[in-house]
């Protein structure tokens, strides 16, 4: 699978493909270690967008390859001893592709699988943009069961990015299953009442 980092200086903004098998290896090295190299010296100070492979077109990040993963963040995190616990809660289900910390141990971001019943992932941009929305409330809601801490709502559309940083406890599971949903018509609401007592039933929640 392949995603696109980011970086903006103020004279210039550049995208460039690379593959996350690649950015997750180069996470787990001790910086300076030869073996990451000339990649951590690309990847430093970069935004990672892992939803989509992107483009820059007008000075704008235009999406061209819908990855299916859904980026979750849990902030406000005391350290190190509770970013652990977050990861490793997030290790143990099965959709979890990768899980890792900043460098203070305040935030864990959490990327999850999703796909079509088929296996496959919408194109079309308006089908992404609901497609991701669904998939990300789904994804907050399923977590949020397993996590002892809030995790954040925002970051619901393809755009969301994240940092790379340096973390050589980051989880990573490239076999990681994805979770099936239809593609939606429409854009969700506002939760209800009806809809949460249906995410507690949720036959994934009753996997985990």
Not at 9 to 27: G, L, P, Q
Not at 148 to 172: I, N, Q
Request: proline letters at 6%; one cysteine or more.
């Amino acid at each position: 699978m392949n995603i696109s980092y980011f970086k903006e200086t103020t004279v210039k903004k550049s995208i460039r493909n690379i593959s996350f098998a690649d950015v997750m290896e180069c996470m787990q090295e001790e910086p300076g270690r030869a073996k990451a190299g000339l990649l951590a010296k690309r990847l430093k100070g970069a935004s990672l967008l892992c939803t989509s492979t992107f483009v820059l077109k007008d000075g704008l990040r235009v999406p061209t390859n819908y990855n299916g993963v859904v980026v979750l963040q849990v902030s406000n995190l005391t350290g190190l001893a509770e970013a652990s616990l977050v990861k490793q809660t997030a290790a143990e289900l099965p959709q979890t592709l990768a899980a890792y910390a900043d460098t203070c141990g305040t935030r864990v971001y959490i990327l999850v699988l999703f796909t079509l019943p088929d296996g496959a992932l919408p194109s079309a941009e308006e089908e992404v943009k609901l497609f991701h929305a669904h998939a990300h409330r789904r994804a907050v809601r399923l977590y949020q069961g397993q996590i002892p801490f809030a995790v954040d709502t925002g970051g619901d559309t393809p755009e969301v990015s994240c940092p790379f940083v340096h973390d050589a406890t980051r989880y990573y599971a490239p076999q990681a299953k994805p979770v099936l949903q239809s593609q939606p018509t429409e854009m969700p609401g506002e939760a209800t009442w009806q809809e949460a007592v249906r995410a507690d039933n949720d036959p994934l929640r009753r996997q985990m």
